[in-house]
């Protein structure tokens, strides 16, 4: 589904992506996990168009996408929930719901998505006429990820939806991420929280300074020494 | 009775200074940028104004449309020339070139026309006095003001309610968040400068209607002055240049009033100083404050 090859990724004189590629395939949990710094989010936000790459390939479904903007590939079928949420704080609940929503003109449609993510998030369905800037951390990374479902995406892009939450809500957000891909979604993740990623994810590919140093079944390299020691706690 | 007369030319005043702010805090809430030559718009709005009553014979408000329809597009070209090439730049890199952009609209203008001053005839609109209360009020005041409300309704219709209002909204707030919604954030920048110097097209037309005289320069201290009725209702805040446009009017009406009339120009620079003494972030504004 998406297929990634060789991409080098700059800001300004600053390599930040060196030779990464990837492959997702339909239907799957990819995770992506790295420490600080490793270039996570700048791989996610290359995906998504918001950075382009100086040398490889982007390719989703075979379309080539690695110069498009942003805003076009959205229309194809990608949605990016971005680090920090960035909800439009300014905004209620409900409009930046609509926002997410901002391409398509299915009107019926887009009734039956809202409806899908009140059933999802029913906190967001309490909340509808309330600022978004005033929901708690929790709540905002509902909003993020309901607002990115209303683009009824193929391919969702999750950047550290677990940052800040307490272990209760982070184990809810996860089963929502798993239902969203029962629900037919395909699901990149990026996590700092490798063993709560790697117990739903199929497979998962690990960075460390711009490059993919280790790739797997998510079994397996939960298996192995070097990612308990690196990434697991050591346990 | 002098007083409530004053201070409806305060507002009718201060509704021009209301719909050029929109201009400055619309602009300033997308691009972080102070567009200098926003006052110049203004006064291209009433030459074109001027040129459609005279040249072209046509009333009030098919002059007011042509001249908003031209601001439009003079503000779009300004946008797309002189500030996106630029958009990565520097602030003040930035705002040197929007004093670029003002000089260069003022003396292109004089180079065009010459520098002249024009007067609009003064019968666009009826010019009785109406009785209300025992107040005598000219009709033109209360016909610019009530343009101006109209289009200041309509703002807030099209900022609110429309799919390209939603999207500015969204793109002052967080670019990058508005591109992940299939936001173009190009064409939502023009369409802000658009709807900002259509108004300020407007202004142009009723400033003319209301004052006679214009002429290549006029735009400069209206420019200032809605400049500073922005920063006082809080810059990037719409409501607050609204605001801050009719107060302002209202005090310089009053400053007047109260025999202080060679002060009139002076006060808004008082009122830019100490806003930005005691309050910043201007009255409608908040102190920000995020969540992580
Ligand atoms: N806007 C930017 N300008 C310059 N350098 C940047 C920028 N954003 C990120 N970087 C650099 O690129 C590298 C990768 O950053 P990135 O945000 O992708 O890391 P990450 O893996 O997501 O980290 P974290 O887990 O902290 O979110 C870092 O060295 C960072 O300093
Ligand atoms: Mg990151």
């Not at chain 1, 409900?94 to 998030?121: C, H, M, P, S, W």
Request: aromatic share 8%; charged share 15%; net charge positive.
């Amino acid at each position: 589904m998406l297929k990634i090859e060789d991409i080098n990724v700059y800001y300004g004189n600053i390599q930040a992506l060196r030779g990464v590629s990837m492959d997702i395939n339909k239907g799957e949990i990819v995770t992506l996990i790295g420490a600080n710094g490793a270039g996570k989010s700048t791989l996610l936000k290359t995906i998504s168009g918001l950075l382009k790459p100086k040398q490889g390939k982007v390719l989703f479904e075979g379309e080539s996408i690695g110069g498009k903007a942003a805003q076009s590939i959205v229309k194809l079928g990608i949605s990016h929930v971005p680090e920090g949420r960035r909800v439009f704080a300014n905004m209620t609940v409900e409009e930046n719901l609509e926002l997410g929503a901002f391409l398509r003109k299915d009107k019926a449609g887009i009734k039956q998505d809202l409806e899908k993510v009140y059933t999802l998030f029913p906190r967001l369905l309490e909340r509808v006429k309330q600022q978004s800037g005033t929901l708690s951390g929790g709540e905002q990374q509902m909003l993020a990820m309901g607002r990115a479902l209303m683009a009824r995406p193929r391919l969702l892009l999750l950047d550290e939806p677990s940052m800040g939450l307490a272990p209760l809500l982070v184990k809810q957000i996860f089963n929502i991420v798993e239902e969203i891909n029962k629900g037919g979604t395909t699901i990149l993740l990026v996590e700092q929280n490798a063993n709560l990623a790697l117990s739903i994810a199929d497979r998962a590919y690990v960075v460390e300074t711009g490059s993919i140093v280790l790739s797997g079944e998510a079994e397996e390299l939960t298996a192995s020494e070097e990612i308990k020691k690196a990434y697991l706690g050591g346990h | 009775m002098e007083l409530i007369q004053q201070l409806v030319n305060g507002l009718s005043l201060g509704s021009i200074y209301a719909l050029i702010a929109l201009g400055y805090t619309m602009v300033y809430g997308i691009v972080k940028l102070i567009n200098f030559a926003h006052g110049d718009v203004f006064m291209v709005g009433a030459f074109v104004g001027f040129y459609s009553i005279t040249i072209l014979e046509l009333p009030f408000l098919p002059a007011l449309l042509i001249s908003m329809i031209v601001c439009a597009i003079f503000g779009v070209l300004i946008e797309r020339i002189a500030y996106k090439p630029l958009r990565n730049a520097t602030r003040i890199a930035a705002l040197i070139t929007a004093i670029g952009v003002s000089l260069l609209i003022e003396y292109g203008m004089i180079y065009i026309r010459g520098a002249q001053p024009e007067a609009y005839p003064n019968d666009v609109m009826p010019t009785s006095k109406i009785d209300i209360l025992g107040v005598s009020i000219s009709s033109q005041s209360l016909l610019i003001f009530f343009v101006a409300i109209v289009l200041m309704i309509i703002l807030q219709f099209v900022v609110h309610k429309t799919k390209i209002g939603k999207a500015m909204r969204a793109v002052s707030f967080d670019a990058d968040a508005a591109r992940l919604m299939g936001i173009n954030v190009n064409n939502t920048i023009s369409a802000t400068f658009a709807i900002g110097s259509a108004l300020a097209g407007a202004a142009g037309v009723i400033f003319g209607i209301y004052y006679i005289k214009i002429e290549p320069l006029m735009g400069i201290i209206p420019g200032l002055k809605a400049f500073v009725a922005a920063v006082l209702g809080g810059i990037g805040i719409i409501p607050g240049a609204m605001v801050g446009g009719l107060l302002l009017g209202v005090i310089e009406a009053l400053v007047s009033a109260a025999g202080f009339s060679l002060w009139r120009d002076g006060v808004a620079f008082v009122v830019l100083i100490l806003i930005l003494i005691f309050r910043p972030q201007g009255l409608f504004g908040k102190n920000k404050r995020e969540k992580v």
